[in-house]
């Protein structure tokens, strides 16, 4: 029986401007074969080429605009995108002004995080792991990806990431966060000796409050958006190992600057 269209992605809550729309898939609806069963979208994770092409051709039929898919490195890169930017250009983030052309992440476990204008201007999607989450200094992909707005009023969606009783981390992964906002401990609970389960979301919270983003939608930490706790709905490398990817997409429609949806 085929998959309906609620099995295969989500749809953000979020009163994100008319022009604005966005997805991020789940794992179901595709026709990659075990283990990347099926809607895997990642074309470097071993699965047959030709699957990964079915899958992102009907991912486009299904937007009405091309998905610009990075090659992601854990980095702080973001890269301004167009309908000639060819996909696997290196970076974590991607904004875009242009209608048609979608601004994309990859995960199975990492934090997507779309944003948007309030003024349905301009787009970005980042890829928030760990390390891009923290960066250098306190300066990482979500710092990178905001200073790309140029101080508009933002909005932000958080998609489905490993959640907080799953994601298992080092003290030296917590000292990185804790030593730049000491806010950030909270995010943290103590497993073991060395050893903390962390709350990738909400360290993503904070820093996009500390950018000044007040509306913050999607993930809550809540065991729904987990990736590791639901292998039915989500890809989880963690969990898995060998893994299909997902995708979270942003993108503008040639209308006119649109009101914000109710």
Wanted: proline share 5%.
């Amino acid at each position: 029986m085929p998959a309906s269209p609620e099995q295969c992605w989500l749809v953000p809550a979020w009163p994100a401007p008319a022009r604005v729309h966005a997805l991020c898939t789940k794992r179901l609806g595709g026709v990659s074969l075990a283990p990347f069963d099926s809607l895997n979208l990642g074309a470097h994770v071993g699965d047959a080429a030709a699957a990964v092409a079915a899958n992102r051709s009907m991912l486009q039929r299904t937007m009405t605009a091309r998905p610009v898919f990075l090659s992601q490195v854990h980095g702080m890169r973001i890269e301004s995108i167009a309908s000639n930017t060819l996909d696997g250009t290196p970076a974590d983030a991607s904004i875009t002004f242009e209608p048609g052309v979608a601004c994309t992440i990859m995960v199975a476990d990492c934090l997507p995080v779309l944003l948007t204008n309030a003024q349905g201007s301009r787009v970005a999607a980042a890829h928030a792991g760990w390390r891009g989450l923290a960066g250098q200094g306190g300066q990482g992909i979500l710092e990178a990806t905001l200073a790309a707005f140029a101080g508009s009023e933002v909005l932000a969606w958080l998609g489905p990431c490993i959640g907080p009783t799953a994601f298992e981390v080092g003290s030296e992964v917590r000292d990185v966060f804790v030593t730049h906002d000491r806010a950030a401990a909270a995010m943290f609970v103590e497993k073991t000796k060395d050893k903390w389960l962390a709350d990738l979301q909400g360290l993503a919270r904070l820093r996009l409050a500390a950018l000044g983003v007040t509306q913050i939608y999607g993930n809550d930490g809540s065991r729904a958006w987990c990736t590791f706790s639901n292998p039915a709905h989500y890809f989880s490398h963690r969990r898995d190992q060998v893994s299909g990817r997902m995708a979270a997409c942003i993108w503008l429609d040639n209308g006119h600057h649109g009101k914000a949806q109710q």
